[in-house]
C-alpha cells in the first residue's frame, strides 16, 4: 500500500485543496465541559485560495507536512506518522541504541540521556507494556536543544467510554497539585470520517508531566495537549500526548493535529476497500459504452467473469435491462439477458428513465441525483471499483489509489474537515483531459448561520487571481428556493470552481455542492450541474 501519497496525484489534489476552505478545523474550546455537547464548530467564511492553511498537507504544497515518514508498532498494532527530521522509538531500549551511535558528541549525548529519562518517567511500573512511542525533533545538522514532543500510550479501555476515561485522566492531573486542566472536548475533528475522540488541555508551570509522574523543571511555562482515540475493536484507549515548552503557536497546534489525524490501526477493516456486489457473464459478450447496442463497443469479456455492477437501467432495454460496471477504469453497459445478477441485485441504484441515478443519504436526509456517467460514493467506504474509476479519472496506476491514499487525498480536499466530507462525484471517460471533472459534497452545522449572511460573510472574505462571483440567487431550485453561488477560477490548474450552498428546510444544516471543472467545459457542463442542484431534495423533513 502506498502511505504517503504520491505527487502524481496532482492533478485533482492541487485542484481541489482549496475547493471548499469554509472547511477549515478550528482549535479546541477548552471551555467546553466534558460532561457537555460536543462543541460547535463555527462556519468560517470562505479565506483565500491562494495561501496554504496551517496542517494542509497536499503533496504539491511541500513544506514540513509533506511525506512524512511512517512506523509501525506491532506491539499494539498502530502505524504513526512522524514529521521530518524527527525521530520515533518504541522502546527504551531502541532509544537507548540510536544514542549509543553518536559517538564523543557531547550534545547529543546530553541529549539522549534527557530523552531516555523522559521515556522512563512515561508509564507507572507494572505498566511498561502501555508504552507505544515516543516522537521528538532532532536534527544531525544542528545543536539538539529542542525539548518538545509527543508520547503514545495504549491502555485497555476495560468498557470505558471516551469520556469516562477522559475524565479519570483529566481528575489525575489535577490531584498532582502542579497542573491546571484548561478543559475537556469531546467530538469530531481531529480524526478522519467524523471519528470522536476526547482532547485534554492543560497547564503545568515549573513543571513537566512525565506520564503519570512530575519532574520539577525551574522557570519553565509547559502546555500540554492530550488526545484520546478508542481503537476500532473498542478495546484499546491510544493517548497522545504533546508538551510544549515555550511559546505555544499555531504551527505546534497544526502538527500536533497531524500527528493525530494521521495515526493508523493496522487490524482497522475500512483500510480495505469492499469488493461490492458484483454481475458474473454467461456468455462471451461485448462491453459497451451506453445502455444500448447503439453505443460503441469498449471490449469483450468472456464466460464467468465477474464484474462490479455499478448500476442498473431497465428502460426501454432488453427484459433483463442494462447493468453498468467497472470495466478498466471506465464505466461500461452488459446485456441483462446474459448475466447473472448480483446477490442483493435490490440495493443496485436503477436509473430513471432519464438515465440519472439517485442516491439516498438516509442519515443527513438527503437525496442526491447524478447522470449515469458520474460515479459518486462515499470516500470513508469506497469500494474496489471506486479506487479503479478515481485511478483512471485521475490519470495513475491502480497501485496508487488505495483506500489510505484516498482518504489522505480527501482530507486535503476537505482542508482537514473528514467529517463533514459526504460524497465525491467523478465524471468519468474524460480521456482526452488530465483529469476528470469532479465534485465534493459537504454537510456543517448551520449554528444559526443564514443563507443571506454567509453570501454576505464570503463575498467579504472570498477572492483568488480573478475575483470571485458571489451570489444569492433564486431559479435553481423547486419553490424559489434560495442559494448561495460562489465562482471563481482556481489558480493551479486554470479549472472553474462553482460552489452551490444549501440549508436544510429545518434549517439546521447547510449542504455544499462543489464543482472543479475544466475551464472549457464548464459551459457545455452548467446545465448538468443546475439539473444536479434542482433534483436534490430533502427528506424526512
Not at 500500500?1 to 505527487?7: A, G, K, L, Q
Not at 500540554?224 to 478495546?235: A, E, H, N, T, Y
Not at 462525484?425 to 483529469?435: V, Y
Given at each position: 500500500?502506498n502511505?504517503?501519497?504520491?505527487?502524481?496525484?496532482?492533478?485533482?489534489?492541487?485542484?481541489?485543496a482549496?475547493?471548499?476552505?469554509?472547511?477549515?478545523?478550528?482549535p479546541?474550546?477548552?471551555?467546553?465541559?466534558?460532561?457537555?455537547p460536543?462543541?460547535e464548530?463555527?462556519?468560517?467564511?470562505?479565506?483565500?485560495?491562494?495561501?496554504?492553511?496551517v496542517?494542509?498537507t497536499?503533496s504539491?504544497?511541500?513544506?514540513?507536512?509533506?511525506?512524512?515518514p511512517?512506523?509501525?508498532?506491532?506491539?499494539?498494532?498502530?502505524?504513526?506518522?512522524h514529521?521530518?527530521r524527527?525521530?520515533?522509538?518504541?522502546?527504551?531500549?531502541?532509544?537507548?541504541?540510536?544514542g549509543?551511535?553518536?559517538?564523543?558528541?557531547?550534545?547529543?549525548?546530553?541529549?539522549?540521556?534527557?530523552?531516555e529519562?523522559?521515556?522512563?518517567?512515561?508509564t507507572?511500573?507494572?505498566?511498561?507494556d502501555?508504552?507505544?512511542?515516543?516522537?521528538?525533533?532532532?536534527?544531525?545538522?544542528?545543536?539538539?536543544?529542542?525539548?518538545?514532543?509527543?508520547?503514545l500510550?495504549?491502555?485497555?479501555?476495560?468498557?470505558?467510554?471516551?469520556e469516562?476515561?477522559a475524565?479519570l485522566?483529566?481528575?489525575?492531573?489535577?490531584?498532582?497539585g502542579?497542573?491546571?486542566?484548561?478543559?475537556?472536548?469531546?467530538?469530531?475533528?481531529?480524526?478522519?470520517?467524523?471519528?470522536?475522540?476526547?482532547?485534554?488541555?492543560?497547564?503545568i508551570?515549573?513543571?513537566?508531566?512525565?506520564?503519570?509522574?512530575?519532574?520539577?523543571?525551574?522557570?519553565?511555562?509547559?502546555?500540554g495537549?492530550?488526545?484520546?482515540?478508542?481503537s476500532?475493536?473498542?478495546?484499546?484507549?491510544l493517548?497522545?500526548?504533546?508538551?510544549v515548552?515555550?511559546?505555544?503557536?499555531?504551527?505546534?497546534?497544526?502538527?500536533?493535529?497531524e500527528?493525530?489525524?494521521?495515526?493508523?490501526w493496522?487490524?482497522?477493516?475500512?483500510?480495505?476497500?469492499?469488493?461490492?456486489p458484483?454481475?458474473?457473464?454467461?456468455?462471451?459478450?461485448?462491453?459497451?459504452?451506453?445502455?444500448?447496442?447503439d453505443?460503441?463497443?469498449?471490449?469483450?469479456?468472456?464466460?464467468?467473469?465477474?464484474f462490479?455492477?455499478?448500476?442498473?437501467?431497465?428502460?426501454?432495454?432488453?427484459?433483463?435491462?442494462?447493468?453498468?460496471?467497472?470495466y478498466?477504469g471506465?464505466?461500461?453497459?452488459?446485456?441483462?439477458?446474459?448475466?447473472?445478477?448480483?446477490?442483493g441485485?435490490?440495493?443496485?441504484?436503477?436509473?430513471?428513465?432519464?438515465?440519472?441515478?439517485?442516491?439516498?443519504?438516509?442519515?443527513?436526509g438527503l437525496?442526491?441525483s447524478?447522470p449515469?456517467?458520474?460515479?459518486?460514493?462515499d470516500p470513508?467506504?469506497?469500494?474496489?471499483?471506486?479506487?479503479?474509476?478515481?485511478?483512471?479519472?485521475?490519470k495513475?496506476?491502480?497501485?496508487?489509489?488505495d483506500?489510505?491514499?484516498?482518504?489522505?487525498?480527501?482530507?486535503?480536499?476537505?482542508?482537514r474537515?473528514?467529517?463533514?466530507?459526504?460524497?465525491?462525484g467523478?465524471q468519468?471517460?474524460?480521456?482526452?483531459?488530465?483529469?476528470s471533472n469532479?465534485m465534493?459534497?459537504?454537510?456543517?452545522?448551520a449554528?444559526?448561520q443564514?443563507?443571506?449572511?454567509?453570501?454576505?460573510?464570503?463575498?467579504?472574505?472570498?477572492?483568488?487571481?480573478?475575483?470571485?462571483?458571489?451570489e444569492?440567487?433564486q431559479?435553481?431550485?423547486?419553490?424559489?428556493?434560495?442559494?448561495?453561488?460562489?465562482?471563481?477560477g482556481?489558480?493551479?490548474?486554470?479549472?472553474?470552481?462553482w460552489?452551490?450552498?444549501?440549508l436544510?428546510p429545518?434549517?439546521?444544516?447547510?449542504?455544499?455542492?462543489?464543482?472543479?471543472?475544466h475551464?472549457?467545459?464548464?459551459?457545455?457542463?452548467?446545465?448538468?450541474?443546475?439539473?444536479?442542484?434542482?433534483?436534490?431534495?430533502?427528506?424526512?423533513?
Amino acid at each position: 500500500m502506498n502511505y504517503n501519497h504520491p505527487t502524481s496525484v496532482g492533478a485533482i489534489l492541487s485542484a481541489a485543496a482549496l475547493l471548499l476552505t469554509a472547511c477549515v478545523p478550528l482549535p479546541a474550546d477548552p471551555g467546553i465541559p466534558v460532561s457537555g455537547p460536543a462543541p460547535e464548530t463555527p462556519l468560517i467564511s470562505i479565506h483565500n485560495p491562494l495561501v496554504v492553511p496551517v496542517g494542509d498537507t497536499p503533496s504539491s504544497s511541500g513544506g514540513p507536512f509533506q511525506d512524512w515518514p511512517a512506523f509501525e508498532v506491532e506491539s499494539h498494532r498502530i502505524r504513526v506518522f512522524h514529521p521530518n527530521r524527527w525521530l520515533f522509538v518504541s522502546t527504551q531500549e531502541e532509544l537507548s541504541a540510536l544514542g549509543s551511535q553518536l559517538g564523543d558528541d557531547e550534545l547529543a549525548e546530553a541529549f539522549f540521556e534527557e530523552r531516555e529519562g523522559y521515556v522512563g518517567f512515561l508509564t507507572q511500573p507494572g505498566q511498561e507494556d502501555y508504552f507505544a512511542g515516543a516522537g521528538f525533533p532532532y536534527d544531525p545538522d544542528s545543536t539538539p536543544l529542542e525539548t518538545n514532543g509527543f508520547h503514545l500510550l495504549a491502555v485497555p479501555s476495560e468498557g470505558r467510554t471516551l469520556e469516562t476515561f477522559a475524565r479519570l485522566l483529566s481528575d489525575e492531573l489535577g490531584a498532582s497539585g502542579l497542573a491546571e486542566v484548561d478543559g475537556i472536548e469531546i467530538g469530531p475533528g481531529l480524526r478522519p470520517w467524523g471519528e470522536e475522540t476526547a482532547s485534554i488541555q492543560y497547564r503545568i508551570d515549573g513543571s513537566q508531566a512525565f506520564g503519570n509522574r512530575i519532574v520539577t523543571v525551574p522557570d519553565a511555562n509547559v502546555t500540554g495537549w492530550r488526545v484520546i482515540m478508542l481503537s476500532p475493536d473498542g478495546g484499546t484507549f491510544l493517548t497522545v500526548t504533546y508538551d510544549v515548552w515555550g511559546e505555544y503557536s499555531e504551527w505546534v497546534e497544526g502538527l500536533l493535529r497531524e500527528v493525530v489525524r494521521r495515526v493508523q490501526w493496522l487490524d482497522d477493516p475500512s483500510h480495505l476497500p469492499r469488493s461490492g456486489p458484483q454481475v458474473t457473464l454467461e456468455h462471451l459478450m461485448n462491453v459497451r459504452g451506453g445502455p444500448g447496442t447503439d453505443y460503441p463497443i469498449l471490449g469483450k469479456a468472456g464466460e464467468g467473469e465477474q464484474f462490479a455492477a455499478i448500476s442498473r437501467n431497465a428502460v426501454g432495454g432488453p427484459a433483463g435491462g442494462w447493468w453498468q460496471i467497472e470495466y478498466r477504469g471506465q464505466l461500461g453497459w452488459l446485456h441483462g439477458d446474459y448475466v447473472s445478477p448480483p446477490a442483493g441485485a435490490e440495493d443496485v441504484p436503477q436509473a430513471d428513465e432519464s438515465g440519472w441515478l439517485t442516491y439516498e443519504d438516509v442519515a443527513r436526509g438527503l437525496s442526491l441525483s447524478l447522470p449515469s456517467e458520474w460515479r459518486y460514493f462515499d470516500p470513508a467506504q469506497p469500494t474496489a471499483a471506486d479506487l479503479a474509476l478515481l485511478s483512471a479519472a485521475n490519470k495513475v496506476s491502480e497501485e496508487q489509489f488505495d483506500v489510505l491514499g484516498l482518504g489522505d487525498v480527501v482530507s486535503a480536499m476537505s482542508l482537514r474537515r473528514d467529517d463533514a466530507v459526504i460524497g465525491l462525484g467523478l465524471q468519468t471517460g474524460q480521456e482526452e483531459s488530465e483529469a476528470s471533472n469532479f465534485m465534493l459534497v459537504f454537510s456543517f452545522a448551520a449554528n444559526g448561520q443564514t443563507l443571506e449572511g454567509y453570501a454576505q460573510a464570503a463575498s467579504e472574505q472570498t477572492y483568488s487571481i480573478e475575483p470571485a462571483v458571489v451570489e444569492l440567487v433564486q431559479g435553481m431550485r423547486p419553490s424559489d428556493e434560495e442559494v448561495v453561488s460562489i465562482q471563481y477560477g482556481e489558480y493551479a490548474t486554470k479549472n472553474v470552481v462553482w460552489q452551490i450552498w444549501l440549508l436544510s428546510p429545518d434549517g439546521d444544516r447547510l449542504v455544499a455542492l462543489g464543482f472543479n471543472t475544466h475551464r472549457d467545459q464548464i459551459e457545455e457542463l452548467e446545465p448538468v450541474i443546475t439539473e444536479v442542484v434542482q433534483r436534490l431534495h430533502w427528506t424526512g423533513q
